[in-house]
């Protein structure tokens, strides 16, 4: 079991997989796939005003009721992106989410002014593992847990489960039901067997990956970094409130928001063939470097990518991946259809 909390598949597996990328996807789109999210990070806001304090921050509303949850953005003064997070408000503390990438950013950016603030950063990385169910019959599974299941995106709830304590998370962010377990790492092992062995598919990260890409979902460190704009990334909807309070770099988002236009776009891009490596530039006609390929996937509909590309190339522009006169790339709408 520590080999798949590691995120390592057997021998013979493709890369990211355990032996059969075609049927892990089909779990995530018809069923109910394990995803153990190797590399996450997990941390702990404490202090009476941990809320507060997050709002001063955070593109998103997080003055909510405990059992109640947000994502949003971490950005500089200029408005890009230092990081995105999830965070879960709970009566003793407040739970915050990360990817690989941008665990350590978000950290380190909060760190600069939480000793001022007096609330308390820790890392649960090491005591505790994420478990993902994910698919339309996330839910079903869930249910074994027995915990009533949280009812709106982003609600959670802690409960006790014999000895274990575990926080389960309604987290819908990959277009699919889904529910995170926040577990003890010593239980990790046992709990994720139940599952698998009530029908849950333990899936790699080219599975999620393919999902990820099909639905138009960029992650931090790889389709977005620090110097992308959160409405470039096409973050709008999901992790910008405008109604909320001041935060740092909300005059940036404002202005772009009322001058109406920004000149990338994340892009979905149709591709000939799968490229060999990543990142890898994209040429227009002529020559022109004028983007790069930063996530692909081999879904069911073909190979796909996502890249962030300049308004002047519209959908249906084809580029080429790699070189000009490369394999080409058909730049789409998100979610591929």
């Known amino acids: ?6 995120g390592r598949a057997g021998p013979g597996a493709e890369e990211g997989s355990f032996g059969d990328l075609e049927g892990e996807v089909a779990a995530i789109t018809s069923g109910c796939a394990l995803w153990t999210r190797p590399g996450w990070h997990l941390h702990a806001l404490r202090g009476e005003k941990r809320v507060e304090f997050l ?20 950005l500089t003064v200029k408005g890009s992106l230092v990081a995105d997070l999830w965070a879960f408000l709970r009566e003793e503390d407040m739970l915050l989410l990360t990817s690989p990438s941008a665990g350590p950013s978000a950290v ?26 994910v698919g339309p019959e996330a839910g079903d599974r869930a249910t074994l847990l ?10 959670h709830c ?44 333990l899936v790699g990260e080219a599975a999620i990956t393919a999902r990820r890409v099909s639905a138009g979902i960029p992650i ?3 389709d977005m970094h620090e110097k992308t704009l959160p409405l470039e ?11 909320k309070g001041c935060y740092t770099g909300q005059e940036v988002v404002v202005r772009i928001k009322h001058r109406g236009k920004i000149n990338r776009h994340l892009r979905g891009l149709r591709l000939s063939e799968p490229p ?4 890898v530039a994209l040429y227009a006609e002529g020559g022109k470097e004028v983007s790069s390929l930063t996530s692909s996937a081999q879904t069911p509909g073909g190979a796909r990518g996502l890249a962030l590309v300049h308004r002047k190339y519209p959908p249906g522009t084809l580029l080429h991946v790699g070189a000009e006169g490369g394999p080409t790339a058909e730049v789409c709408e998100l979610p591929f259809a």
């Open 1 to 6: 079991m520590e080999k798949w909390l590691a």
């Open 55 to 74: 709002h001063s921050y955070i593109t998103q509303e997080v003055r909510r009721e405990p059992g109640e949850g947000a994502y949003g953005c971490l």
């Open 108 to 133: 380190k950016h909060l760190k600069r002014y939480a000793l001022l603030a007096r609330v308390g950063i820790e890392d649960l990385s090491e005591r505790q593992v994420t478990l993902s169910l």
């Open 146 to 155: 027995g915990a009533a299941l949280p009812g709106n995106d982003l609600d």
């Open 158 to 201: 802690t409960f006790q489960r014999g000895e274990v304590t575990l926080t389960l998370v309604r987290n819908d962010w990959l277009g699919l039901p889904g529910y995170d377990l926040f577990v003890p790492r010593e239980a990790a092992p046992a709990l994720a067997e139940e599952l698998i062995a009530a029908g849950a598919r």
């Open 220 to 222: 931090y460190g790889v």
């Open 233 to 243: 990334a096409g973050l709008e909807d999901r992790a910008i409130s405008y109604d």
């Open 276 to 279: 060999p490596a990543l990142p």
